[in-house]
């Protein structure tokens, strides 16, 4: 019999996502009836505001429903021009910009395009899921660096240095960090950039949660310290946290202008542009006004506060205050490799499918995020939730252990 033909070797490098699949999961179960509360989600739970919607419904209806240019419509490229001003003081070219379907397209084009085989790919563990699987698709060798809660989920410049080799291209810095909600000083980034500058390496700088801050401090990009590393720095960003804007698909890359370029070359023969009436929105989004994401940041932050008191507060669990995204990474070492009624609680999945078959809630193990102690619950859904999800987590517990 003929032999039916397999996948390319390339795919099964990768895994699905753990964190698209545990909100997957919740939305089965609901359509069966089943009340779950939803921790998994990285996404804001509210509405997209309406004078960017209102800003989609109008350009939709001009006719504005054609292709593109590939890397994005000239207003939306100078109102990230003129953001990058505004709120992190750098200074870019329309042509040093690129907007994509998603602040994790733009990732996936700037990987594919900077790393291959022979490459090696420095991140910190825990790391947001799919950066590895990025890395690994790009033929790169992840080379991970591992935190912990004593050093505030944070790699120091003397363990990035150690890392270093001749075949070391990138550098990938994501703060606040999703899923650890920590944040680099610009002390430890421009210790960072130095390294960076010095062994010639490039870094991606993910700054997707940077309006998303809740310690007393502002968010700062490696590429404020210098133009050397400027010009080695691709910064990654987008609408989907900021703006409560996930399913309309917009991100954005600003970096050198052969960088930028030959991403939009591979973006030509993928996607082609993002979505025209869209982009019209996301220029409304970042240069009109702003106070809703004020708003939203406010609340964000009194349910964080809330879910790390709470946390904290029920037996054999722990966790930092995060100070920005909308994450609590908690530690559950305590609760794993215990017996309850002949099933074993060896790691973090098997506790994740424990407290959602047995207290109706959900949460995304830590493996998925390279450490297998923690689960992540995202506090980006409403505060009643939150304490009816914390109230059956504790209750479980209690009764178990
Ligand atoms: N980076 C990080 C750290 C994220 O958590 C996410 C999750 N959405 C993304 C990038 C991708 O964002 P987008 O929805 O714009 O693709
Ligand atoms: N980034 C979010 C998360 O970590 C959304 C899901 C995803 O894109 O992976 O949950």
Redesign the pocket.
């Known amino acids: 019999m003929k032999q039916i033909m397999n996948l390319a070797k390339r795919t099964t490098l990768i895994s699905p996502?753990p964190?698209?699949g545990i909100?997957a999961k919740v939305n089965q179960l609901r359509a069966q009836g089943i009340e779950v509360i939803g921790f998994?989600?990285?996404?804001p739970d509210f509405d997209t505001s309406a004078h960017i919607k209102e800003e989609a419904i109008n350009s939709l209806q001009a006719g504005f429903t054609k292709y593109t240019a590939t890397s994005g419509i000239p207003e939306l490229k100078a109102a990230i021009v003129a953001k990058f001003k505004r709120d992190n003081g750098l200074d870019f070219q329309p042509a040093e910009i690129i907007v994509s379907c998603g602040a994790?397209h733009s990732l996936y084009n700037a990987i594919m395009v900077l790393c291959e085989k022979g490459n090696e790919v420095i991140l910190a563990s825990p790391y947001?899921?799919?950066y590895l699987e990025m890395i690994k698709l790009s033929g790169a060798r992840p080379v991970i660096i591992k935190t912990s809660e004593k050093n505030n989920f944070k790699i120091t410049p003397e363990q990035l240095l150690s890392k270093v080799k001749d075949q070391t291209k990138l550098l990938i810095l994501n703060s606040p960090s999703?899923?650890t909600g920590m944040m680099y000083t610009a002390q430890e980034l421009e210790a960072f950039a130095k390294i960076a500058v010095d062994k010639n390496m490039l870094v991606i700088s993910d700054e997707i949660y940077e309006k998303l801050v809740y310690a007393d401090k502002k968010q700062v990009s490696i590429a404020n310290f210098g133009l050397a590393i400027k010009e080695r720095t691709i910064i990654i960003n987008g609408v989907s946290k900021t703006y409560a804007m996930?399913g309309w698909r917009i991100g954005y890359a600003a970096a050198r202008q052969d960088i930028v370029q030959a991403m939009a070359n591979l973006q030509d023969h993928s996607t082609s542009n993002p979505v025209s009436f869209v982009q019209k929105a996301a220029v409304t989004a970042i240069s009109g006004p702003q106070d809703e994401v004020e708003k939203m940041r406010l609340e964000f932050k009194k349910r964080r506060d809330y879910m790390v008191a709470r946390v904290k507060a029920i037996k054999k669990m722990s966790c930092l205050a995060p100070e920005g995204a909308f994450y609590v990474f908690a530690n559950i070492a305590k609760l794993l490799r215990k017996n309850i009624n002949g099933l074993e609680i060896k790691d973090s999945q098997a506790l994740a499918e424990f407290w959602l078959n047995e207290a109706k809630v959900a949460v995304?193990p830590g493996s998925g995020f390279g450490n297998d102690n923690y689960v992540r619950f995202?506090y980006a859904t409403s505060f009643e939730k939150i304490k009816t999800g914390l109230d059956r987590i504790e209750a479980v517990i209690n009764e178990y252990y």
């Open positions: 996502s964190t698209l909100t998994g989600a990285g996404e994790k947001w899921v799919s999703n899923p996930t995304v995202s």
